[in-house]
C-alpha cells in the first residue's frame, strides 16, 4: 500500500512538473474553486484540491518558501530577501471563480469547467479572473528558483480564496497575520489591471493600465413606509408609488461627471503618443477637463470612469395582487469615484428624493484604498516589466471602476498597485463574471515574463 502511494505520489509529481504551464493553467481551471454568496453552497473540497495540485505543481516554491494556510484555505508564500533592511514586496490574487449563471452554460463555446485549449486559448471561468494570476505568479517564482535566483528584497505572496465574496476570510485574514508578523511593504500589486489592445486611443499599441485606485462600494437601502390595505378601497398614494417616485428621481439626477487624478495621469500618460488634436485636449486638461469628462460620460464604457454611477439594482414589495403593501424597499448601489464619500452621496439622495415618508439606511463600505503614487518606484518596476516583454506598449496609471481584495491589505504598503499582465480586448475584458471567459496562450506565456520580471526587478 505505501509502495502503491509513493509511486502514484511520484507519478503526480512528475506529471505535474512534465506539464507546461498552459496544462496547468487549464487543470486549475478544471478544479471547480466557486465562490457562492451563500457560504453554505461552497464545495470547500475544491478548494483543497487547488492548493494541493499547486503544491505537486510548484515544488521549489513549496520547499523553499515559507509556506503558512490562514482561514483554511488561503495561502501565505514568503520569500526571505537577503538584505533585511529592505522592505519586502508582496503579490496577490485570488483562487475563488464566480459561478456561471444559470441557463448559460451552453452559449460557452467550451464548458466553462473543462479547460479546453483550443485555437490557441484556453477556455473556462477564471482563466482571466483570477487563476492567471496565482498561477502565473507561481510559474514566475518556481521558474526563479530553478535559476538559482535569490532576492535581495523579501518577496510575499498572499492569495485569498473568497475574493468574489467580500474577501471577509481570505483576504482579511492573510492581511491580519501579516500584521501579526509586523510585514510592511514597500509596495503590492493586486490584481485589477491588464494590457488592452484595442484602445481607440492608441490603435497602434496596446495600453497597460496599471490601477493606481479604485472605487468606492455604497449600497443605500429605501423604505417606503405607509397605509396598505385591500386594493378595491386604495390609499391616494401607495408604497408602492413612493418608492418609486424616489427611484425615478434618483435615476434622473446622477452625478455630475469628473476627472479625477489617476484619469488625468492616464490621459497626459497617453498625450505623447496620440495625434492631434487629442494630444493638445490630453496636454492641457486644465482647460479640457471638463469636456473630457463629458465625453466620457457619453460612452457607456467609460462612464464610469468619471462618475459615481448610479445603479437600482432591488426592489421588493406586495405579496398578493389585491393588498396594497404598508412596506416596499428598494437597494440602490453606488461606485464612488476617490473623493466622493458615503456621507455625501446619502446626503444627495436625500435631498434628490425630498420625500421624508421614504427612510434611508446604508451600509458604507469602509475601507477604500488611497491614491497610488505612479511616480514612486513600484510603479516604474512594473513599467518596465511591462516593456521588456511588450516594448511598444505604453504604460499607463489609471482607475479601476470594480473593487478587489487591494483594501483588506491597507495601511500594509506604502504603495498598492493593481495589474496582472495579461493582454486582452475590450470585449473580452467583458467575459470576465460572463460568458466564455478565456485567455490566448501567447498571452498568458508573456504574462508569465511579465511576473517573473516584476518579481526579478523588484526584489533587486
Ligand atoms: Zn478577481
Redesign the pocket.
Known amino acids: 500500500m505505501l509502495r502503491f502511494f509513493v509511486a502514484m505520489t511520484v507519478l503526480l509529481i512528475s506529471t505535474a512538473s512534465f506539464a507546461s504551464p498552459v496544462q496547468r493553467l487549464a487543470e486549475a481551471v478544471r478544479i471547480q474553486t466557486i465562490s457562492y454568496q451563500e457560504r453554505e453552497r461552497i464545495d470547500y473540497a475544491q478548494f483543497q484540491r487547488l492548493n494541493d495540485y499547486l503544491r505537486v505543481s510548484y515544488p521549489l516554491v513549496f520547499a523553499r518558501l515559507q509556506v503558512e494556510t490562514v482561514s483554511d484555505y488561503s495561502l501565505l508564500l514568503r520569500w526571505p530577501g537577503s538584505d533585511d533592511s529592505l522592505k519586502p514586496i508582496l503579490f496577490t490574487a485570488?483562487t475563488d471563480v464566480v459561478p456561471v449563471e444559470p441557463g448559460t452554460e451552453d452559449d460557452w463555446a467550451h464548458p466553462a469547467f473543462a479547460g479546453v485549449v483550443a485555437d490557441g486559448r484556453i477556455y473556462g471561468r477564471g482563466t482571466l479572473?483570477?487563476k492567471l494570476g496565482v498561477m502565473g505568479l507561481l510559474e514566475a517564482a518556481e521558474q526563479l528558483l530553478a535559476e538559482g535566483f535569490v532576492p535581495r528584497r523579501g518577496i510575499v505572496f498572499a492569495f485569498g480564496h473568497d475574493?468574489?465574496i467580500s474577501g471577509e476570510q481570505g483576504a482579511a485574514s492573510l492581511a491580519a497575520r501579516m500584521r501579526e508578523l509586523d510585514l510592511h511593504f514597500e509596495w503590492m500589486v493586486d490584481?485589477g489591471g491588464m494590457l488592452l489592445s484595442d484602445n481607440p486611443l492608441l490603435p497602434d499599441r496596446p495600453m497597460a493600465m496599471v490601477n493606481v485606485a479604485e472605487k468606492g462600494y455604497l449600497t443605500i437601502t429605501l423604505v417606503a413606509t405607509g397605509e396598505g390595505g385591500h386594493s378595491s378601497n386604495p390609499p391616494r398614494i401607495s408604497t408602492i408609488g413612493r418608492l418609486s417616485n424616489a427611484l425615478a428621481r434618483i435615476e434622473a439626477n446622477p452625478f455630475e461627471p469628473r476627472l479625477v487624478g489617476p484619469v488625468e495621469a492616464m490621459f497626459e500618460t497617453i498625450a505623447p503618443y496620440v495625434g492631434q488634436p487629442e494630444r493638445f485636449v490630453f496636454n492641457n486638461l486644465w482647460l479640457t477637463g471638463g469636456i473630457v469628462a463629458s465625453r466620457m460620460d457619453d460612452e457607456r464604457l467609460t462612464l464610469p470612469f468619471v462618475r459615481t454611477t448610479t445603479a437600482l439594482t432591488m426592489i421588493n414589495a406586495g405579496v398578493k395582487e389585491n393588498v396594497v403593501p404598508q412596506r416596499a424597499e428598494a437597494k440602490v448601489n453606488f461606485r464612488l469615484l476617490p473623493g466622493d464619500t458615503a456621507e455625501g452621496v446619502v446626503e444627495y439622495i436625500r435631498e434628490v428624493i425630498n420625500d421624508p415618508q421614504v427612510t434611508i439606511s446604508y451600509d458604507p463600505w469602509e475601507n477604500v484604498p488611497p491614491i497610488s503614487d505612479h511616480q514612486a518606484a513600484g510603479f516604474q518596476v512594473i513599467s518596465e516589466a511591462v516593456t521588456a516583454v511588450y516594448p511598444e506598449a505604453v504604460v499607463t496609471p489609471s482607475l479601476l471602476t470594480a473593487t478587489?481584495d487591494t483594501r483588506h491589505y491597507i495601511g500594509l504598503s506604502d504603495n498598492q498597485y493593481r495589474f496582472h499582465g495579461v493582454m486582452m480586448s475590450a470585449g473580452q475584458a467583458s467575459s470576465i463574471h460572463g460568458t466564455n471567459e478565456f485567455i490566448d496562450v501567447r498571452s498568458y506565456e508573456k504574462s508569465i515574463l511579465i511576473a517573473r520580471e516584476m518579481l526579478r526587478r523588484g526584489a533587486r
Do not use: L, Q
Open positions: 485570488h479572473d483570477d475574493e468574489e490584481e478587489t
